[in-house]
T-cell receptor
Framework: GAGVSQSPSNKVTEKGKDVELRCDPI?????LYWYRQSLGQGLEFLIY????????KSGLPSDRFSAERTGGSVSTLTIQRTQQEDSAVYLC?????????????FGPGTRLTVT | GQNIDQPTEMTATEGAIVQINCTYQ??????LFWYQQHAGEAPTFLSY????GLEEKGRFSSFLSRSKGYSYLLLKELQMKDSASYLC???????????FGTGTKLQVIP
C-alpha cells in the first residue's frame, strides 16, 4: 500500500560510467512517468509508459538514455556514459486508470551526481 | 516547459492572499494541474482543472480559462509552510505526456 518508491536515493558516479535508476510504482497503476529536475529548475519530461503500449520517448535528451518497464510494473532508467550535465534529481511518477485518475503520485527521487 | 510561463519568484506576507499566474500555448489538452514542491521534496498534487472556472479547495483555489490560455492558483490566509515552488502543468489529450512549467518559488514572510 506504499507510495512510489525509487532507488537509490543518492548516486555518485564518475563521468563515463553507466547508471541504473529504479522506480517501483504504486501497485495497479498502469501509467508511469520519468522526469528530470536540475537544481532550481522545473520538471523535464523524459519518458512515459502506459500499460503495454509503446512508450512515449520524446523527452529523452540523447541516445545515452533508455528506459524499460518490465511486466507493466517496475521501471529502470539507464544512463550510459554519464556526463556532468546529467547531474540532476530523477523523479518517477505513477498514475492510475479510470476517468478520474489524473493525479500523478511522485516518488522521492534519485539524486544523481556525476563527478 | 517551453510553452508554459510562470513568474520565477514571488514574495507574500503571512496571512495575506497571493495569486500565481500561468500562461500556456498548446493546441489542446485534457486539463491543467497545479503541484506544490517544497525544497528537496517531490511535487505533491494540488488541483486539476478541466473546465473553465474556479475550483476551490480549502485555502487553495485554481482557475482556468481555455480561451485565454490562462490559469492561476490562489492561496488564501498564507502560512509560513506555504513557502514552496508551485508548478503549473498541462496534460495532453489522450492522457499522455504532462508538460510542466519551471515553477514559481513563493516565499512567505512574517
Amino acid at each position: 500500500g506504499a507510495g512510489v518508491s525509487q532507488s537509490p536515493s543518492n548516486k555518485v558516479t564518475e563521468k563515463g560510467k553507466d547508471v541504473e535508476l529504479r522506480c517501483d510504482p504504486i501497485s495497479g497503476h498502469t501509467a508511469l512517468y520519468w522526469y528530470r529536475q536540475s537544481l532550481g529548475q522545473g520538471l523535464e519530461f523524459l519518458i512515459y509508459f502506459q500499460g503495454n503500449s509503446a512508450p512515449d520517448k520524446s523527452g529523452l535528451p540523447s541516445d545515452r538514455f533508455s528506459a524499460e518497464r518490465t511486466g507493466g510494473s517496475v521501471s529502470t532508467l539507464t544512463i550510459q556514459r554519464t556526463q556532468q550535465e546529467d547531474s540532476a534529481v530523477y523523479l518517477c511518477a505513477s498514475r492510475g486508470t479510470g476517468g478520474d485518475s489524473y493525479e500523478q503520485y511522485f516518488g522521492p527521487g534519485t539524486r544523481l551526481t556525476v563527478t | 516547459g517551453q510553452n508554459i510561463d510562470q513568474p520565477t519568484e514571488m514574495t507574500a506576507t503571512e496571512g495575506a492572499i497571493v495569486q500565481i499566474n500561468c500562461t500556456y500555448q498548446t493546441s489542446g489538452f485534457n486539463g491543467l494541474f497545479w503541484y506544490q514542491q517544497h525544497a528537496g521534496e517531490a511535487p505533491t498534487f494540488l488541483s486539476y482543472n478541466v473546465l473553465d472556472g474556479l475550483e476551490e479547495k480549502g485555502r487553495f483555489s485554481s482557475f482556468l480559462s481555455r480561451s485565454k490560455g490562462y490559469s492561476y492558483l490562489l492561496l488564501k490566509e498564507l502560512q509560513m509552510k506555504d513557502s514552496a515552488s508551485y508548478l503549473c502543468a498541462h496534460q495532453d489529450r489522450g492522457y499522455q505526456k504532462v508538460t510542466f512549467g519551471t515553477g514559481t518559488k513563493l516565499q512567505v514572510i512574517p
